[in-house]
């Protein structure tokens, strides 16, 4: 007996989730180098910063081919404060770190969040309805260990400021998204971290031809409190950085961006032997202030 064999179509069903990727852009490149701070003292830190410099400039222009222009000057003098909850440090437990800084007799303050992750970085919100106020992610290059090349990404906003620095009230006004998030009370209170009031003597004008970007080269001097003549400073630190606020860089460019920072790293006599960030020597400078 003949059967008839009934196929059934088969439907295949495909279900496509659209799911909102972030990608965010890091619009500042910025690579650090502590330097050794007893080279540099208050007196004659304009002739050592310059010394420097001319050693820096021929081994920079050697390893990418392109000329290093201009000249190192002070370009500002700030004061600087950090700021976070006495004994707990609750600031600096979440990644976070907040810092006020005084400029010809104007407050700026600075939300700052870091990861070696830049997705996570970028999920942090450190918005400000502050009218001034700036936000950008930025991937820090520095030296850790034995490692040469070490990335962390910063999300922050600097924001102008007319409060005087207290409470948590003083962060939450100017980032209300950051209180939504963690929700830590306006009344919790604030101290100056390490009690330690910065003098920082910025020096600028030097800039290295990456190709379609220009990199602005600086010399940071962080001194405890107003130095005296003899006065060496707490951190002594080397940097260039490049802005792009589409991200659109080359291939070239960070790569000449990479060999200029592998050279500055070979000038032993001036490099720091144990290096740390600018945030962390804060921290450090009174080591019972986030325990006792």
Known sequence: MNKKICILPVVSLVFISHISMANPDVTSREYKLLLEPSLFDHASEAAQVNNYFSTLKPIIEQAIARDVTGTMSLDKTRTVKFFDTHASCQLKQLGYAFRERIYNGNSEVTLKFRSPDRYIAD??????????????????????????????????????????????????????????????????????????????????????????????????????????????????????????????????????????????????????????????????????????
């Open 123 to 292: 999920f942090e919100n450190v918005s400000s309805p502050t009218q001034g106020a700036k936000t950008k992610l930025e991937a820090d290059m520095g030296v850790k260990g034995s490692n040469p090349f070490n990335v962390v990404y910063s999300h922050s906003t600097k924001a102008p400021n007319t409060r005087t620095i207290n409470n948590f009230k003083d962060i939450n006004t100017h980032f209300p998204e950051f209180e939504s998030t963690y929700g830590l009370s306006d009344a919790v209170p604030l101290a100056q971290v390490g009690n330690l009031t910065i003098t920082e003597q910025v020096y600028k004008g030097a800039h290295i031809d990456l190709g379609s970007f220009d990199a602005e080269l600086s010399i940071t001097l962080w001194y405890a409190g107003t130095p005296l003549a003899n006065t060496l400073p707490l951190i002594a630190e080397a940097s260039f950085k490049y802005e792009d606020n589409s991200a659109d860089y080359s291939k070239k460019v960070v790569q000449r961006a990479k060999l200029a920072f592998e050279g500055m790293q070979t000038i032993n006599a001036w490099n720091a032997t144990n290096a740390t960030t600018k945030t962390q020597s804060v921290y450090q400078y009174n080591p019972n202030f986030c325990t006792q």
